[in-house]
Every structure is written in C-alpha cells, then in structure tokens.
T-cell receptor
Framework: NAGVMQNPRHLVRRRGQEARLRCSPV?????VYWYRQLPEEGLKFMVY????????ESGMPKERFSAEFPKEGPSILRIQQVVRGDSAAYFC????????????FGSGTRLTVV | SQQGEEDPQALSIQEGENATMNCSYK?????LQWYRQNSGRGLVHLIL?????REKHSGRLRVTLDTSKKSSSLLITASRAADTASYFC?????????????FGKGTSLLVTP
C-alpha cells in the first residue's frame, strides 16, 4: 500500500510567486491534515480537511494561504505571493474516518523562498 | 503555543544503552502519540497511548503516561545506530474536534556505534 504521497519534495519560489503543494492520502483515508515545520521546531497544525470540506483551518494564516481537498484528486495547499517567512517544510498526513492509531505522514515538501 | 515539550532537547548515547525521553503537556488529552523523524524525512508514527492507559509496549519501545503529572516518557531499550533520529511527542486534546496533533519541539537522539 502506498503511503501519503507529497509532491514536489523540494520547491523553490521567488518572493511574490505562488506555491502549490500536493498531497495524495493513503488509499481509503478521507481525512487530510496539513502541518508546517520551521527549522529546529516541531510541527504546527494548519488545516484539517475531508473530501470537499474544510473542517478546521484555525492554524492557517488568514491571508495568502488556502487549502482544498476535491472529490477527485489530491489535496492542495496553495500559498499566494510567497514571502521568505513561508520557507519551511510542509507535511501532509491522512487518517481513516475513525482512526484508532496515529496518522500517516508524507515525506513533506520543503519550500524555499528566495 | 506548543502543547508537548520534550526533554532533553538532545541526547547522545552508545549502542546498546537505553534512551529515555520525556514529554510534558498542559491541557487534558484524549491520547498522546510518539513519532520519529529522520533527518529531512517525514514523521513515522511509533506508538499511541490513550488517557486511560498507563503503559504501553511495542518491540523495544516502552511508553508511560501519567495524566496527574501531565507527562509521558519514551524508553528505547538496547539502542541501535539506526535509532538516531528526532523524536516528537504529540497530544490530541479532549476538545470537540479531537483531531489536531499538538507537537513538541522534539528530542534529537544520537546513537553512536
């Protein structure tokens, strides 16, 4: 079984450009979570989505950041007009509808804004 | 703010020794989980312990939970060089949502041959 697939692994963007990060959850998992990790820090929750619904985006910055999980296709985390402070590793995790064990994390996308 | 706080920040031991990492948290929890992260990689789930459990084992891993002290410990016995990684505790609160993981900053473990 494939785990959580994230792409790209590394993404370099110039200030002001858009970054689109993709996440394909484990097959059969309908819940997706995005986390951000700054250097030497733990992961911080950003957003929780189910198919076609944003359940909780309390960890998302109010501007420039958006997320979706369409009926078909991967979940997308979109960052518009990136700034240097957006440079971080972004991790996606998924879980089944009712999870009894931990989340399955992807390998992350490392975003560098130059 | 971080919910879980790991201690120590860094730990260096020799192969064969035991490694103990501690985690403290602040609010009531539904469960606490430990994850491992190799450098530049994603997180791997190690073990989950529920708030009504006190101890759990998985292979060379032993996790304890003391809800009265709001603390947990992860013990890795007979460590190996391959155990070198960062270890994070993460809590799931008892809120209505009960899904968001609150991570600490992690303990960096180095196991030397």
């Amino acid at each position: 079984n494939a785990g959580v697939m994230q792409n790209p692994r590394h993404l370099v963007r110039r200030r002001g450009q858009e970054a689109r990060l993709r996440c394909s959850p484990v097959k059969g998992h309908s819940h997706v979570y995005w986390y951000r990790q700054l250097p030497e820090e733990g992961l911080k929750f950003m957003v929780y989505l189910q198919k076609e619904n944003i359940i909780d985006e309390s960890g998302m910055p109010k501007e420039r950041f958006s997320a979706e999980f369409p009926k078909e296709g991967p979940s997308i985390l979109r960052i518009q007009q990136v700034v240097r402070g957006d440079s971080a590793a972004y991790f996606c995790a998924s879980s089944p509808a009712r999870w009894e064990s931990g989340y399955t994390f992807g390998s992350g996308t490392r975003l560098t804004v130059v | 703010s971080q919910q879980g706080e790991e201690d120590p920040q860094a730990l260096s031991i020799q192969e064969g020794e035991n490694a103990t990492m501690n985690c403290s948290y602040k609010t009531s929890i539904n469960n606490l989980q430990w994850y491992r992260q190799n450098s530049g990689r994603g997180l791997v789930h190690l073990i989950l312990i529920r708030s009504n459990e006190r101890e759990k084992h998985s292979g060379r891993l032993r996790v304890t939970l003391d809800t009265s002290k709001k603390s947990s410990s992860l013990l890795i016995t007979a460590s190996r060089a391959a155990d070198t990684a960062s270890y994070f505790c993460a809590t799931v609160s008892n809120s209505n949502s009960g899904y968001a993981l609150n991570f600490g900053k992690g303990t960096s473990l180095l196991v030397t041959p």
